[in-house]
C-alpha cells in the first residue's frame, strides 16, 4: 500500500506562485508515475499534470500549460508541482496520485483511472 501526501497548499494572491510537494510516506516514488489532479467547488476533478516514473515525461492540461510545472528529485522521494502565474480559476483542491511504472502517452497519464493510490488533497485558495 502506498499513502500519498501533498503538502504546500495556501491562499495566494492572483499572479504569485505555490509549489506542492507529493510524497510517499516510508518509501520512496521510484518506478512511479506520479499525477496531479485538482477539484474545485461543484465540480468534476480534472486532470493538471504528470510525469512519468523515469522522470523523461511530464504532460499538462492546456488551462496549466507553460504556467505550471511537474518535476521529482534525484532520489525519487518527491514529485513536485510548481504552480507560476495563479489564477483565481485554479483554486481547487490537489491531488496527487501514483501508478506503478504508469503507462505510455498523455492520453494514458490524464485518465484517473489509471492511478492506484491516492492522497488526501491539499488546498490551494487564489484570491483577485
Known amino acids: 500500500q502506498v499513502q500519498l501526501v501533498e503538502s504546500g497548499g495556501g491562499l495566494v494572491q492572483a499572479g504569485g506562485s505555490l509549489r506542492l510537494s507529493c510524497a510517499a510516506s516510508g518509501r520512496t516514488l521510484s518506478y512511479y508515475a506520479v499525477g496531479w489532479f485538482r477539484q474545485a467547488p461543484g465540480k468534476g476533478r480534472e486532470f493538471v499534470a504528470a510525469i512519468s516514473w523515469s522522470g523523461g515525461s511530464t504532460y499538462y492540461s492546456d488551462s496549466v500549460k507553460d504556467r505550471f510545472t511537474v518535476s521529482r528529485d534525484n532520489a525519487k522521494i518527491t514529485v513536485y508541482l510548481q504552480m507560476n502565474s495563479l489564477k483565481p480559476e485554479d483554486t481547487a483542491v490537489y491531488f496527487c496520485?501514483?501508478?506503478?511504472?504508469?503507462?505510455?502517452?498523455?492520453?494514458?497519464?490524464?485518465?484517473?483511472?489509471?492511478?492506484?493510490?491516492w492522497g488526501q488533497g491539499t488546498q490551494v485558495t487564489v484570491s483577485s
Open positions: 496520485a501514483a501508478d506503478l511504472f504508469g503507462c505510455s502517452g498523455y492520453e494514458c497519464h490524464s485518465q484517473e483511472t489509471v492511478y492506484d493510490y
